[in-house]
């Protein structure tokens, strides 16, 4: 008898071989490898998002005020990367057995980002990337989805696009922007709740401190350097925290309060920020102020508020809240303010170098290059002052903080030594040294139009010849064009040669430095500060003096 032996095929999968299970160990670290690049490539990204208040608006107004030129970048990264990775597949896909070579494609991926990288990281950055709790919690998410995304594409490509083999690697840059994104409306909800924790600590802290005098300062412009000057004035009799720097938002305040904020303290300054209605409304919530100054009435921010009516309503907030039970200062100066201090019913004081009429004013005002001096008035007394700070917009300046003090109990001879010590705030209308004997007026953080005029009126006390570099104007919504349109004009009468950084308003500058006389061939263009810089060392001689006229933040560059 014969038998025959026959096996029946079967569907149990054949075990996996040495090819597979490295083509899963690769892609694993790729992925792996690819988001901790991806940490360093969205630096720029993150940076705006963050200088944004983490607004999404606000990043992708910078993309779109950009013109999508760092985001082209990453474009073009991710069509180099992926032609080579193509072409190297291509070409070594059957060299070996287990298609080794083909890996090298990735060199040329690694080595694009390595360029882009550094190249990034060599931009002059005003205000660098801040590492805080928050952006780790982002970039920890941004890790884990870049991570997953790189896994899935080079898991698919190795098998259905052969010849593509890892290239999908390479559209991950081109995504990056929008997983940033996405990345924070996934931690946004806790971000939200933890915020709102910080929040409330700090109000209870707050409200242990039952004497303490608390002083909000708002206002389009002048609210860093007023509150600088008033904690000044005020530390000549009481012990003062003021929050530093501009930090002007609820974060920055409730920082302020559980880190700064000592038991002693008599009197506690906040500034008080607003990109949008309501938000003077919330801080006030917060800090309820019993003093409030607004400083002044422009056109900043118009891009978020919408009309200048939204902007004086959300200003005049601060007021609101005072109105029961506090005391609110106002610059005569401001035709914004002259208005919103017709409309206020409570206690109340208007100042002003303009009009004698007021409750204080100043008057016999002599600026110069070295600093100013006047005659103060309050309430019928009066001093001779003086000052090194540049400009009479800081005399009006000080006026508010002069009233302030007064009301306060201080006598008119600490206000006056107390105006002897001011110095200036960085950035704003501050001589800085120089070491090829130029004449340096930084005014970098001023970015209204109020302020461009007080900085052209100051650099017009100098002799020499004299230069501006400046990028323009932003955030002025419909306004934007004309403002920097008179911005031109009114440099037109006092420099001699202008250099425009960036490349939102040339066109603007430049077409109202024409309309003003101004000879084209003194208006210069420069695509950063940086380059603007050794434009200027071109040309400039020791004794010419140069003013940096708001050094536009990194979302604006």
Same mark, same amino acid.
């Given at each position: 008898?014969? @038998?025959?032996?026959?096996?029946?095929? $079967?569907?149990?999968?054949?075990?996996?071989?040495?090819?597979?299970?490295?083509?899963?160990?690769?892609?694993?670290?790729?992925?792996?490898?690819?988001?901790?690049?991806? +940490?360093? *490539?969205?630096? !720029?990204?993150?940076?705006?998002?963050?200088? %944004?208040? =983490? /607004?999404?608006?606000?990043?992708?107004?910078?993309?779109?005020?950009?013109?999508?030129?760092?985001?082209?970048?990453?474009?073009?990264?991710?069509?180099?990367?992926?032609?080579?990775?193509?072409?190297?597949? *291509?070409?070594?896909?059957?060299?070996?057995?287990?298609?080794?070579?083909?890996?090298?494609?990735?060199? @040329?991926?690694?080595?694009?980002?390595?360029? =882009?990288?550094?190249?990034?990281?060599?931009?002059?950055?005003? #205000?660098?990337?801040?590492?805080?709790? !928050?952006?780790?919690?982002?970039?920890?998410?941004?890790?884990?989805? &870049?991570?997953?995304?790189?896994?899935?594409? $080079?898991?698919?490509?190795?098998?259905?696009?052969?010849?593509?083999?890892?290239? $999908?690697?390479?559209?991950?840059?081109?995504?990056?922007?929008?997983?940033?994104?996405?990345?924070?409306?996934?931690?946004?909800?806790?971000?939200?709740?933890?915020?709102?924790?910080?929040?409330?600590?700090?109000?209870?802290?707050?409200?242990?401190?039952?004497?303490?005098?608390?002083?909000?300062?708002?206002?389009? =412009?002048?609210?860093? %350097?007023?509150?600088?000057?008033?904690?000044?004035?005020?530390?000549?009799?009481?012990?003062?925290?003021? #929050?530093?720097?501009?930090?002007? $938002?609820?974060?920055?305040?409730?920082?302020?309060?559980?880190?700064?904020?000592?038991?002693?303290?008599?009197?506690?300054?906040?500034?008080?920020?607003?990109?949008?209605?309501?938000?003077?409304?919330?801080?006030?919530?917060?800090?309820?102020?019993?003093?409030?100054?607004?400083?002044?009435?422009?056109?900043?921010?118009?891009?978020?508020?919408?009309?200048?009516?939204?902007?004086?309503?959300?200003?005049?907030?601060?007021?609101? %809240?005072?109105?029961?039970?506090?005391?609110?200062?106002?610059?005569?100066?401001?035709?914004? +303010? &002259?208005?919103?201090?017709?409309?206020?019913?409570?206690?109340?004081?208007?100042?002003?170098?303009?009009?004698?009429?007021?409750? +204080?004013?100043?008057?016999?005002?002599?600026?110069?290059?070295?600093?100013?001096?006047?005659?103060?008035?309050?309430?019928?007394?009066?001093?001779?002052?003086? #000052?090194?700070?540049?400009?009479?917009?800081?005399?009006?300046?000080?006026?508010?903080?002069?009233?302030?003090?007064?009301?306060?109990?201080?006598?008119?001879?600490?206000? /006056?030594?107390?105006?002897?010590?001011?110095?200036?705030?960085?950035?704003?209308?501050?001589?800085?040294?120089?070491?090829?004997?130029?004449?340096?007026?930084?005014?970098?953080?001023?970015?209204? *139009?109020?302020?461009?005029?007080?900085?052209?009126?100051?650099?017009?006390?100098?002799?020499?010849? /004299?230069?501006?570099?400046?990028?323009?104007?932003?955030?002025?919504?419909?306004?934007?064009?004309?403002?920097?349109?008179? @911005?031109?004009?009114?440099?037109?009468?006092? +420099?001699?040669?202008?250099?425009?950084?960036?490349?939102?308003?040339?066109?603007?500058?430049?077409?109202?430095?024409?309309?003003?006389?101004?000879?084209?061939?003194?208006?210069?263009?420069?695509?950063?500060?940086?380059?603007?810089?050794?434009?200027?060392?071109?040309?400039?001689?020791?004794?010419?003096?140069?003013? @940096?006229?708001?050094?536009?933040?990194?979302?604006?560059?």
């Amino acid at each position: 008898m014969q @038998f025959i032996l026959s096996v029946e095929p $079967t569907n149990m999968p054949a075990p996996l071989g040495f090819d597979t299970w490295l083509t899963f160990w690769m892609c694993i670290a790729i992925a792996m490898l690819n988001a901790i690049a991806m +940490c360093f *490539v969205g630096y !720029r990204f993150l940076q705006v998002l963050q200088l %944004s208040g =983490y /607004k999404i608006k606000g990043y992708f107004a910078w993309i779109a005020e950009t013109k999508g030129k760092t985001w082209s970048g990453l474009l073009m990264l991710s069509v180099l990367s992926s032609a080579a990775l193509l072409i190297t597949n *291509v070409l070594l896909s059957d060299f070996f057995k287990y298609k080794i070579m083909t890996y090298l494609g990735l060199g @040329f991926y690694l080595i694009f980002l390595i360029v =882009y990288i550094i190249n990034m990281y060599a931009l002059p950055m005003k #205000t660098p990337l801040k590492y805080t709790p !928050r952006l780790n919690r982002l970039m920890v998410v941004m890790f884990i989805f &870049v991570f997953g995304i790189t896994f899935v594409l $080079t898991g698919v490509s190795d098998m259905n696009l052969p010849y593509f083999r890892y290239g $999908t690697v390479a559209l991950v840059p081109a995504i990056l922007p929008l997983i940033i994104i996405f990345s924070h409306l996934i931690t946004l909800p806790f971000e939200i709740a933890n915020n709102k924790r910080f929040i409330k600590k700090a109000m209870m802290k707050l409200s242990k401190h039952q004497s303490l005098i608390k002083i909000g300062i708002t206002g389009s =412009y002048g609210k860093t %350097s007023v509150k600088n000057m008033l904690n000044t004035l005020l530390s000549e009799k009481f012990l003062v925290c003021a #929050t530093p720097q501009s930090f002007n $938002t609820p974060m920055g305040l409730s920082k302020t309060i559980l880190n700064n904020l000592k038991e002693k303290d008599q009197i506690f300054i906040a500034e008080m920020g607003a990109r949008y209605v309501g938000d003077i409304k919330f801080l006030c919530n917060m800090i309820k102020p019993q003093i409030g100054i607004l400083t002044g009435i422009g056109n900043q921010h118009m891009a978020t508020f919408g009309s200048i009516e939204n902007l004086k309503n959300t200003k005049f907030e601060l007021a609101q %809240s005072v109105e029961k039970f506090g005391k609110m200062y106002f610059s005569g100066d401001s035709e914004g +303010c &002259v208005e919103l201090y017709e409309r206020f019913n409570g206690q109340k004081r208007i100042v002003s170098i303009l009009n004698n009429k007021f409750d +204080c004013f100043a008057d016999d005002i002599h600026v110069n290059e070295k600093g100013s001096s006047f005659v103060l008035h309050i309430d019928g007394q009066n001093a001779v002052c003086k #000052t090194s700070l540049l400009g009479k917009h800081n005399i009006s300046n000080i006026l508010l903080c002069a009233s302030v003090c007064y009301d306060l109990g201080m006598s008119i001879n600490e206000i /006056k030594r107390g105006i002897s010590k001011l110095t200036p705030t960085a950035h704003r209308l501050a001589l800085m040294p120089s070491q090829n004997s130029l004449i340096v007026i930084d005014d970098a953080y001023n970015g209204n *139009v109020t302020g461009c005029k007080a900085a052209l009126e100051v650099l017009s006390l100098f002799s020499g010849k /004299k230069y501006v570099i400046t990028p323009g104007l932003v955030e002025l919504g419909k306004e934007e064009f004309n403002s920097n349109f008179q @911005f031109g004009i009114d440099m037109s009468k006092v +420099c001699d040669k202008v250099i425009i950084d960036g490349v939102g308003n040339f066109e603007a500058i430049e077409a109202g430095l024409l309309f003003g006389g101004f000879k084209k061939e003194n208006i210069l263009r420069a695509g950063s500060l940086r380059q603007a810089i050794e434009v200027l060392n071109t040309f400039a001689e020791p004794g010419d003096v140069v003013l @940096f006229e708001n050094d536009l933040p990194d979302n604006y560059m």
